[in-house]
């Protein structure tokens, strides 16, 4: 798919040797260097994987129905949900009460999709070519996007949010809208992305599939040019994990979804 990029080979033992950074093809966030957390399709609770131990809990269900993007912020949760009457982001406190509720479908058009900056304040993709905060109910345009007949894809990285739109470009931008850097998009016809992750290093990682096949490859991005540093040899699902050195390799979904 790409060139001038290291192949990093596949690790041969039964246990996985980092943490994992997509698993089933959705980011796995990291609350510090403590816990991991996912969610799974068809799943209305949250799996939170305790990284000293290795313990796994679940949280949530009592109060998500179809929950994607995770994130964590000072201490609180935030979740993406979807029900029959609209889509939210969930506010949950460090002991998992919900804190709050905000609708977001009529502002959103990827509902599933969205940042937090580090003063509190939500990104979401906006029809119109906007990426727009929400902060005390008030809407405020962050930056002006390129313009696609695909949603993007949101993920808060480096103080600042990363925005991908397929087939367009790859964008950092900083706390205040300003651009970091900025890609054209580089994959060939044949990829699509399927979402993006920061680790608990603050490493940057895109996941593409291969239309028409059952092969997924990871990357990852340096974090001052948005170069591809590394990506992994392709899997069959869409799990991968990330080793501290930054290698990337595809693993087992059903070895962090359970203890």
Same mark, same amino acid.
Request: net charge negative.
């Given at each position: 798919?790409l060139?001038a990029?290291?192949i990093v080979t596949?690790?041969g033992?039964?246990? $996985?040797?980092?943490?994992? +950074?997509?698993?089933? %093809?959705r980011? @796995?966030?990291?609350a510090g260097d403590?816990? *991991?957390?996912?969610?799974?399709?068809?799943s209305?609770?949250?799996?939170l994987?305790?990284?000293?131990?290795?313990?796994?809990f679940?949280?949530g269900?009592?109060a998500?129905h179809?929950?994607?993007h995770?994130?964590?912020?000072?201490?609180q949760?935030?979740?993406?949900?979807?029900?029959?009457?609209?889509?939210w982001?969930v506010t949950?406190?460090?002991q998992?009460?919900?804190?709050r509720?905000?609708?977001?479908?009529?502002i959103?058009t990827a $509902?599933?999709?969205?940042? +937090?900056?580090?003063d %509190?304040?939500? @990104?979401l993709?906006a029809?119109g070519g906007? *990426?727009v905060t929400?902060?005390?109910d008030?809407l405020?345009?962050?930056a002006?996007?390129?313009?696609s007949?695909?949603t993007g894809?949101?993920v808060?990285?480096?103080g600042?949010v990363?925005h991908?739109i397929?087939?367009?470009a790859i964008?950092l931008y900083n706390?205040n809208g300003?651009?970091r850097?900025?890609?054209?998009?580089q994959w060939?016809g044949?990829a699509?992305?399927t979402?993006?992750?920061v680790?608990?290093l603050?490493r940057?990682?895109?996941?593409?599939?291969?239309a028409?096949?059952?092969q997924?490859?990871?990357y990852?991005?340096d974090?001052?040019?948005?170069e591809?540093?590394?990506?992994?040899v392709p899997?069959?699902s869409?799990?991968?994990?990330?080793?501290?050195m930054?290698e990337i390799?595809?693993?087992?979904?059903?070895r962090?979804?359970s203890?």
């Open positions: 798919m060139a990029v290291t596949a690790c033992t039964s246990r $996985p040797s980092g943490s994992p +950074i997509f698993v089933d %093809g980011a @796995v966030a990291a403590t816990v *991991l957390a996912l969610t799974r399709q068809g209305s609770d949250i799996v994987r305790e990284r000293s131990t290795g313990a796994v679940t949280r269900d009592q998500l179809s929950p994607h995770i994130q964590e912020h000072n201490g949760w935030y979740v993406s949900d979807v029900t029959a009457d609209g889509s982001i949950f406190s460090s998992w009460d919900v804190v509720r905000l609708r977001v479908d009529t959103a $509902p599933h999709q969205f940042a +937090i900056l580090p %509190g304040r939500i @990104v993709e029809p906007r *990426l929400l902060s005390q008030s405020t345009t962050f002006v996007v390129e313009q007949a695909r894809f949101l808060a990285a480096l600042g990363l991908a397929p087939d367009q964008t706390a300003n651009i850097w900025r890609l054209p998009w060939e044949t699509y992305m979402d993006l992750a680790d608990a603050g940057i990682h895109v996941l593409a599939g291969e028409g096949l059952s997924f490859y990871a990852t991005l974090r001052i040019t948005g591809v540093l590394r990506w992994s899997g069959t869409a799990t991968f994990v990330v080793s501290r930054g390799e595809p693993d087992s979904a059903a962090w979804g203890d």
